[in-house]
């Protein structure tokens, strides 16, 4: 039997995941904490719902409350959506999320619960590899002042 973890046919390596679609208990508490705290653009408001992008892409993020309007956040223990990863295009930008995230007492988790990864990827030349040249999955600490005073010099829009 083949490993079942090995694609016969691999995906297209131009595949990239396009938003993600968030079930919230009150549209407007995230409302406010996606476009007033992270700075997303409302690109269209429904009565259950809202598109939200960075730079005016049709949406990277929608918000619903379709069977969540009142609800809890998941128990631990279950399946479901681990979090929501945001790539940010610079160093900086990512030190003023940062700044947005601390300033609004914020760590890492919407106001549903749902956990955030906000990142920026290095250049392909600088990912870590071993001495067969086969990359490295490594989580080195982050030096966060840093990251908060290059956010300050540049990072907002």
Known sequence: MADETQATQPIDPGVRIGHAH???SDLERSLAFYC???????????????????????????????ESRGGAPPPRGTTGLYHVAILYPSRAALGDALRRLRDAGI????????????????????????????????????????????GARGGGR
């Open 22 to 24: 968030l079930k919230v």
């Open 36 to 66: 007033g705290v992270l700075g997303f653009d409302l690109m269209q408001r429904l009565p259950q719902m809202a598109f939200l992008s960075a730079g005016g892409y049709h949406h990277h993020l929608a918000l619903n409350t379709w």
């Open 107 to 150: 760590y890492l988790h919407d106001p549903d619960g749902n956990g955030l990864e906000l990142y920026r990827d290095r250049p392909k030349e600088e990912w870590p590899r071993d001495p067969q040249g086969r990359l490295t999955m490594i989580s080195e600490p982050v030096d966060l002042e840093d990251l908060l005073r290059e």
